[in-house]
Every structure is written in C-alpha cells, then in structure tokens.
C-alpha cells in the first residue's frame, strides 16, 4: 500500500479539503518542509514550538558572501537536515547555483523507488 498524507505548504484541493499526496508528490513536500523550515541555531530557537530542532537552518545563512563557501554551507546543512529528518531516503546530488541575490538547491532523493528532483530558491537578502 502507498502512504498518502498532507502536502506541505498546506492548500486546498478541488474539494474544499486539504490536499493530500503520494509517491513523488509527497517525498518532494517532505523535502520542502526539511528544508524550508528553519530549526534552532544559535540565534533562533526554531520555528516548530512542538519540535525546536526540526528543519535546515538555512536562514542562518542569508546576508553572507554568494560565492563558493556559500555553496558549500548549504550543501552540508542540506545534506545534515534530510539525513536526520527524512532518514527514509536516500540522498544523491546536492547543488546549490546562484544568481544575484538568489540561490537554487537542487537536491536528488531516492525514496520507495522514486527518484524525485525538488529545486528550492532561497533569497539571501530577506
């Protein structure tokens, strides 16, 4: 049997509910949801009240250099964040490209026999 839960962001579906997914859909939320939350540093105490140390902290990270470094902070939190957080999946290629005031992550996951490709921008000036 396929596992079927909430997409994250949550949203509305076409019948007035909260969309739901499966397969590729729903690894690529669970994704998002690592990477897009920032959890405790030592500047912030997390975003989750339930669960301080979820997420990435890739906020930690903005208004610093775009360069090589950069990059590779974010591979190395990326890659940190999923293995703890989503210890299901199989993690590939980890790319972070920047752009001005931009940077993409693209990272590759394999889980349950799919692999799906998730690409987060991250605004490093907000």
Do not use: C, Y
């Not at 975003?47 to 930690?60: H, I, K, P, V, Y």
């Amino acid at each position: 049997m396929v596992a079927r839960n909430l997409l994250i962001p949550f949203r509305r579906d076409r019948k007035r509910d909260l969309a739901t997914g499966e397969g590729k859909t729903l690894l690529a939320s669970k994704v998002r949801q690592v990477l897009l939350t920032d959890g405790a540093t030592p500047k912030s105490s997390g975003e989750l009240a339930w669960r301080t140390n979820f997420g990435a902290g890739l906020g930690l990270l903005r208004h610093r250099s775009n360069d090589a470094v950069l990059a590779e902070l974010i591979r190395v939190r990326v890659r940190d964040a999923l293995s703890r957080w989503l210890p299901e999946i199989s993690i590939g290629k980890i790319a972070a490209a920047s752009a001005h005031d931009l940077i993409r992550i693209h990272v590759e996951v394999l889980g349950e026999s799919s692999l799906v490709e998730v690409d987060v921008p991250m605004n490093l000036e907000q």
